[in-house]
C-alpha cells in the first residue's frame, strides 16, 4: 500500500491572527487567518490552536491522524508569559502545584507543571498593538511548561495568582522550538516530532 504523502510547516503565528484557515462567524472579516500568511497546500489544518492574542509557535500538517495524536498526546508546550508586576516565589509554587481555573464555567484544578522566572528578558519581533511599558508598574516574563492545554490556560493560571498575563509567546512543542524565528515566518518540515 502506497503511504500518503503529507506536509508539515511550523510557523510563529503572530499577535492578531486566528490559529484556522476559514471562519464561519459573521464577523469574519474583520479576523486576519492563516492561509494570510503563506500559499498552504489544501486540507492544511493547525496542530492544537493559540488564541488571537497569542503569539509563537504553531505546528500545522496535512496530516489529520498526526494532529489527533499530538494533540491528544502528552508532548510539553513551553509557553514564554510577560505578566503584570514582579511575580513573586509564592506565586511560582501555585502555578507549579497547580491552581483551581473555569473551563467553560466549571472548575477545574490544573496539573503540576514547570514555572520559573526568566532573569533575562527574553527578545521577540515587535508587537503590532503596543504592550504597556513600564512606566505604569513593572513587569517580568515568565516560562510555563505545561503538558495539556485547556481553553486560555495559561492566562487563567496567571491570573488566578494574582500576576495577569500582558504578552504570551509559545516557544516550544516538544523538541520543536520557534528559535529566532520572525512573526509570520513559515518553515517548511520533513516530519514532526513532538
Avoid at 53 to 58: A, K, P, Q, T
Avoid at 184 to 194: A, R, Y
Wanted: aromatic share 8%; proline share 3%.
Amino acid at each position: 500500500m502506497k503511504e500518503e504523502y503529507h506536509q508539515h510547516f511550523k510557523i510563529y503565528k503572530p499577535y492578531g491572527y486566528l490559529s484556522q484557515f476559514i471562519t464561519n462567524q459573521k464577523s469574519a472579516g474583520k479576523f486576519k487567518l492563516l492561509g494570510e500568511l503563506y500559499n498552504f497546500p489544501e486540507n492544511t489544518m493547525s496542530i492544537g490552536r493559540l488564541d488571537k492574542d497569542s503569539e509563537g509557535l504553531l505546528l500545522l500538517t496535512t496530516n489529520g491522524k498526526l494532529s489527533t495524536k499530538i494533540t491528544a498526546g502528552n508532548s510539553e508546550k513551553e509557553y514564554y508569559v510577560q505578566v503584570d508586576g514582579d511575580i513573586s516565589e509564592e506565586a511560582l509554587l501555585k502555578l507549579q502545584k497547580g491552581v483551581e481555573i473555569s473551563i467553560y464555567g466549571k472548575a477545574y484544578m490544573t496539573l503540576e507543571c514547570e514555572a520559573h522566572k526568566l532573569e533575562v528578558r527574553p527578545v521577540f519581533p515587535e508587537r503590532a498593538k503596543k504592550i504597556r511599558d513600564e512606566r505604569h508598574g513593572p513587569t517580568s516574563w515568565v516560562s510555563i511548561t505545561l503538558t495539556e492545554g485547556k481553553f486560555r490556560q495559561v492566562k487563567k493560571m496567571t491570573a488566578a495568582v494574582g500576576f495577569p498575563t500582558l504578552r504570551l509567546v509559545r516557544v516550544r512543542i516538544g523538541s520543536e522550538k520557534l528559535d529566532n524565528m520572525k512573526a509570520g515566518e513559515v518553515i517548511e518540515l520533513d516530519k514532526v516530532d513532538v
